[in-house]
C-alpha cells in the first residue's frame, strides 16, 4: 500500500440498518479502509439516523420495491439526488467506489453525477432480465464512467457481460477468517449433526430441501440431527415439519460471531440447499474459515466458490434424493470429511480482508493514475450554472 | 407557431444530445489514455525489476545474460516494437521462474515476491486498459459518432498484441 492517505467516499444503495450482503461488505470494507488510516465516508439511505456510525452519512429513508425475486430497500428521487451532489461535492474525494451501480438507487445517482476516478462493485447474479435490455442505452454511457469494475464472483461478472456488454476484473468478497479460525468444539453441537445459517423462512435459502431429505439420511443415520441458526419465526416453520422429525431440529435463533465460530468447527457438515438467487455464498467462506465441511446445491456462485466440488462436496440443486445421497456418504467416512474441511479451511484464507482489500486497493491505485480527484461532472455543472447556483 | 416551437425545442435537443455524446467519447479517450500510461508504468516497474533479478543469485549467468537483454529490450522499444518486447521479457522470465529450482535468500525471495505482485497488478491494468479500448472502438462504431465526427482528430485506441496472451 501506498503511504498515501487517500480520501474514499463509498456508495452504499440498500438501506444501511436493514441486513444484507451488500451492507455487510460496505461496512467491512470502510472499517479496513479507515484501520488503515484512510478517510472514509459511506452515503447510504438509512432508516434510523441516530443508530448510524459516524463515516456513514443519510441520503434519506429507503423506500421498498420488488427486485430481483426480493425486496430491495433503495433510495432515488429528485431530493436524493441533490443529497448525492452535495455529497460528492463537500466530500472532496480522491475516489468514488460505487456498490451496485446498475440497479435503481443512489448509486446510479452517484455515478451519473460525478466525474472522475469511479471504480464501481457489482454484487447481483441474476438470470436474463428484459427490463434491463430496455434500459441499457440509457444506462450503458452512464455505467462507462466507471474508471473501473469489480464483480464479486464469475456469475456477477456474466451477468454484467450478458446485460451491459462489459467485463470485469473479479475480486471476492471478504470475511474476517480469523474470527472463525479458532472456535471450540461445543458438545451438544456435535455428534451427527447438520448446520444450517440463514432466514430460513426465505424459500430461496432451500431449508424445504433439506427437510425433504431428511427422512432418507435419518434412516442410515438414526442420530442425525438438524441444527438451524438465524432470525426468523421458526413455529411456522416448525408446524410444516413432519411430527417424526420434529424431535431432530433444533432453532438456535440468532447466534453471536463466537457462537457462529462455534457452531461451525462443531457441526460435522454445514449445508447450504440454496435454490438460487446467490451471487457469492459469503456463508461458505465462512463455513470453510470455520473448518466445517461444507455440502452445497451446485448453483453457478457455490460451484464457482467450491472450485467444482474440490473444497465442498457439491449435490444437484432442489434434488432432495441427490443431498441425502451426498450427506450419507460423508456422515459415513470421517477420513474423507475431515481431509475436505481441512482442504476447504486453507482455501478459505484467500477470501480474508487482509487480502481481498489489498486486491480492491490496488485497483483504486490504478483508478487513480492521472486523476485530481472527484468533482461533480460538467454536464451537472453548466445544468447548476444555468439554474443560477454554483456546485462546486 | 406551435410548429417553429417545436422545431427549436428538437434543435436544442438535438445540440445537447450531440455536445453529451462528444463528452462522453472524450471521457473514453481519456480512460484509454490514463489506462495505458498505468499498464505502460507497470511494465516499465516490471523491466526494472527483471533486471535486479538479471543481477542476483536467483539467475544463472546465461540466463542473466538473456533477461537483461530482454528487459533492456523491454525499456527501449518504440510502439511498433512493443508487443514483441514484452512478449520477450515474458518468455524470459517464465523460462527462469518455471525451471522449479528453490530460491534461497531473503533479498531473493523479496523480488520473487515483488515479481509476482506486479504480475497480477499487469494482469489487472491489461483488462481495464483492453476494456476502455474496445469500449472506445464499440462507442466510435456507432452512426452518431461517425457522421458527426465527434472523435475529431484523435486516433482510433488499438489493443497491443502482448495484451492478448496471459502473462
Known sequence: MTLKKLRIGLVCPYGWDTPGGVQNHVRDLAEYLIAKGHYVSVLAPVIDEDAIPDYVSSAGKPISIPYNGAVARVLFGPIAFARVRQWISNGKFDLLHLHEPAIPSISLLACWAAEGPLVGTFHAAAKRQKAIFAIGPILEPVIEKLTARIAVSEAARSTLTEHLETDAVVVPNGIYADRYRDGEVRAQWSGNTLGFIGRYEEPRKGLSVLLDALPIIARFAP??????????????????????????????????????????????????????????????????????????????????????????????????????KVVIGLLREDEKRRTLAQRGKAYAQRFDWDVVAEDIFSIYEMALVGSDGVTLSSENRAWNRFLGREGN | MEKYFLIALLAIFALWYLSYSATRLDRLHHRVETSW???????????????????????????????????????????????????????????????????????????????????????????????????????????????????????????????????
Open chain 1, 223 to 324: 442420530d442425525v440431527r438438524v441444527l438451524v441458526a438465524g432470525p426468523g419465526d421458526s413455529k411456522e416453520v416448525q408446524d410444516q415439519i413432519d411430527p417424526e422429525l420434529r424431535h431432530r431440529f433444533e432453532f438456535l435463533g440468532r447466534i453471536s460471531e463466537k457462537e457462529k465460530a462455534d457452531f461451525l468447527s462443531s457441526v460435522a457438515l454445514y449445508i447450504a440447499p440454496n435454490t438460487g438467487g446467490e451471487s457469492f455464498g459469503i456463508i461458505l467462506a465462512e463455513a470453510l474459515a470455520g473448518g466445517a465441511a461444507v455440502v452445497a446445491s451446485d448453483i453457478p456462485a457455490f460451484d464457482s466458490l467450491l472450485g467444482k466440488g474440490e473444497y465442498g462436496a457439491l449435490f444437484q440443486s432442489e434434488d432432495p434424493q441427490d443431498l441425502a
Open chain 2, 37 to 167: 500510461a498505468n499498464l505502460d508504468g507497470l511494465l516499465q516497474r516490471r523491466a526494472a525489476v527483471a533486471l535486479e533479478i538479471a543481477k542476483s543469485e536467483i539467475a544463472d549467468p546465461a540466463s542473466s545474460l538473456l533477461l537483461t537483454a530482454a528487459a533492456h529490450q523491454a525499456r527501449d522499444a518504440q510502439m511498433q516494437t512493443r508487443s514483441q518486447a514484452e512478449s520477450g521479457l515474458s518468455g524470459a522470465l517464465g523460462l527462469l521462474l518455471n525451471d522449479g529450482h528453490l530460491v534461497e535468500g531473503f533479498i531473493e525471495k523479496d523480488l520473487l515476491r515483488e515479481l509476482s505482485e506486479l504480475t497480477d497488478k499487469i494482469r489487472v491494468a491489461i483488462a481495464l486498459h483492453v476494456d476502455a479500448v474496445t469500449r472506445t472502438q464499440m462507442v466510435r462504431q456507432k452512426p452518431v459518432f461517425r457522421i458527426f465526427r465527434l472523435a475529431g482528430t484523435a486516433p482510433l485506441p488499438v489493443t497491443y498484441e502482448f495484451e492478448a496472451d496471459v502473462l
